[in-house]
């Protein structure tokens, strides 16, 4: 199948949190095996496993020792060739988490740099710099960490003496590498044939965007690194060499690229001879209500089309605040009509039920529009955030790094509740797991949710199967009803063969849907009309 990754539904799995074979309480590949047959039946192309390798785990596996071994706590490299296997017996594909921006400090190139000394090669394989004032006791730049604090962490020399200094962008524990030198590239290139020899199809690329730092660490205004961006940015060297590494292989194996960069940079990615995918955040960012939704599909169309990319949507990740909390806590309509604004934003417990109605409808709009989509695990049972963990069980370093001020992502990683009444719900065998599931979870289990029709699994259980049956769904070219009012999204989706409808009302009046055979509403029509925050498919009389 030519291009399969331009319109393919990606399953994001979170491997501590998806399954738990060993009854440690925490997921891994033998429980992902297990599973394997639910993700077949929901309909997905592909996975993403989020990192397995070898990592003393201070960010949960962003931060690889042995980028060659799989990590005990997941299991063996025989379990993960049963996996690729076993996925691909059911005509899934696999593709693995790829972190390049930085090792872990137990990495053997990190030991043997800070072993080595001033000056050596193998501190060149990292960025080592001397440090500012006295005796070196200031770091080397103002730069500070995306997880808090300063980017720059100090080591002791061999001989004991206070050393030098070098940058992470995230963790001290995540050091960066230094992707001006050769040898990194080597290797790396060496490590992705290590993974498609074993019949990966492809890799999610961490951090993409910020391989190449300013080598001169200039002090800026507000400690933000300086990261070389534009159509001539070194990176991009690295991305095409990369591809040489894809394309030598059968089967169409790619890469995606994760970066927050605006849509052009992130466009300059997907050229010709570069990666194939790269996540577009701002359904992440967006509403949900019409004018936001409706540009980020614009504004992501519009920037992969010079260079004849399709685009990649996602709502939900291992990063994020689940979407049904979002949804069910952005904005709430005032009574009172305050000049020049019709919302105000009030923030407010979250109303759990008003979010996973909109998430709802957000997915008939994810699922609908043309390119690849990605859905992170339990956003198919519409699982909300947990943000009443205890402090003492936060896991994140991002709680540590920032002083106890920021709690972290622990929130959407909470284990997926497979079945039962009470925890671990089928996760696991173990009472205890990584992080404590909630007890009202009971209704959101697979086992639940599967038989009941009103469920979120059952949407989009059935709006996946539309999607196979109708290729103008994820495929189509896209055209918007511009008569539509300003809180209601309609567009329709057309190929030679077919136009579906697709409309999305966030605004408080039903409105009615053109006539055609309805596939799928996001809640049942009240008198025919779709009523507020619901999304429908209609298939169109030609
Ligand atoms: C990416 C990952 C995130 C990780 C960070 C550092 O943003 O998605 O989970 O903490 O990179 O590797």
Request: net charge negative; glycine share 8%.
């Amino acid at each position: 199948m030519a291009e399969w990754w331009r319109d393919a539904i990606v399953y994001q799995i979170y491997p501590r949190s998806f399954a738990d074979a060993n009854g440690d309480g925490v997921g891994d590949l033998r429980g992902i095996t297990a599973r394997l047959d639910y993700l077949a039946d929901l309909g997905v192309d592909a996975l993403w496993l989020g990192p397995v390798f070898a990592s003393p785990q201070v960010d949960h596996g962003y931060d690889v020792a042995d980028y060659r071994a799989i990590d005990p706590l997941f299991g063996t490299l025989a379990d993960m060739d049963v996996l690729i296997a076993a996925a691909h017996a059911r005509g899934i594909r696999v593709t693995l988490d790829f972190v390049p921006n930085h090792t872990s400090d137990q990495h053997p190139w990190f030991r043997t740099a800070v072993e080595a000394g001033r000056g050596s090669p193998e501190r060149a394989r990292y960025h080592f710099r001397d440090g500012r004032g006295p005796g070196g006791n200031r770091p080397p730049s103002n730069w500070c960490a995306v997880f808090g604090g300063s980017s720059w962490t100090r080591v002791t020399e061999p001989d004991g003496s206070p050393g030098q200094w070098y940058y992470h962008l995230f963790a001290a524990e995540q050091p960066d590498l230094n992707w001006a030198n050769p040898e990194v590239l080597a290797e790396f290139c060496d490590v992705l044939r290590f993974w498609l020899d074993r019949g990966v199809d492809g890799f999610r690329i961490d951090v993409a965007d910020g391989l190449i730092k300013d080598p001169a660490f200039p002090d800026t205004p507000d400690g933000s690194p300086i990261i070389p961006k534009g159509a001539d940015s070194p990176v991009h060297e690295v991305y095409r060499a990369f591809r040489r590494v894809l394309d030598a292989y059968p089967g169409d194996r790619i890469g995606v690229i994760e970066t927050g960069a605006d849509d052009e940079i992130v466009a300059l990615f997907l050229r010709p001879g570069e990666m194939h995918l790269a996540f577009s955040f701002r359904f992440v960012h967006a509403g949900p209500d019409a004018a936001s939704l409706r540009e980020a599909v614009t504004r992501t169309l519009a920037a992969n089309a010079p260079v004849g990319a399709s685009a990649t949507w996602v709502t939900d990740n291992h990063d994020t605040t689940r979407s049904v909390t979002r949804y069910g806590s952005l904005t709430k309509l005032v009574g009172a009509y305050i000049p020049g604004e019709r919302r105000t934003k009030v923030v407010t417990a979250p109303d759990l039920a008003a979010g996973a109605r909109r998430a709802r409808a957000v997915a008939l709009l994810l699922l609908a529009v043309p390119g690849a989509a990605f859905l992170y695990q339990g956003q198919e049972l519409g699982l909300p955030n947990v943000d009443d963990l205890p402090e003492s069980l936060l896991q994140d370093p991002i709680w540590e790094r920032s002083g106890h001020t920021v709690r972290g992502r622990d929130g959407c990683r909470i284990p997926m509740p497979w079945a039962g009444d009470r925890p671990p719900f089928g996760f696991s065998a173990s009472p205890r797991t990584w992080l404590p599931m909630p007890d009202s979870w009971a209704g959101l289990t697979v086992e639940a949710e599967a038989a009941d029709l009103s469920s979120m699994l059952t949407l989009y259980r059935d709006a996946l199967r539309l999607r196979r049956e109708h290729r103008a769904l994820g495929r189509g070219a896209l055209r918007w009803d511009e008569a539509a009012s300003p809180d209601v999204l309609a567009f329709d989706l057309a190929t030679a063969d077919e136009t579906v409808r697709v409309v999305a009302n966030f605004g408080t009046t039903p409105v009615t849907l053109p006539a055609g055979e309805l596939l799928v509403a996001s809640v049942p029509l009240e008198e025919g009309r779709l009523p507020r925050d619901a999304a429908a498919w209609v298939r169109r009389r030609s």
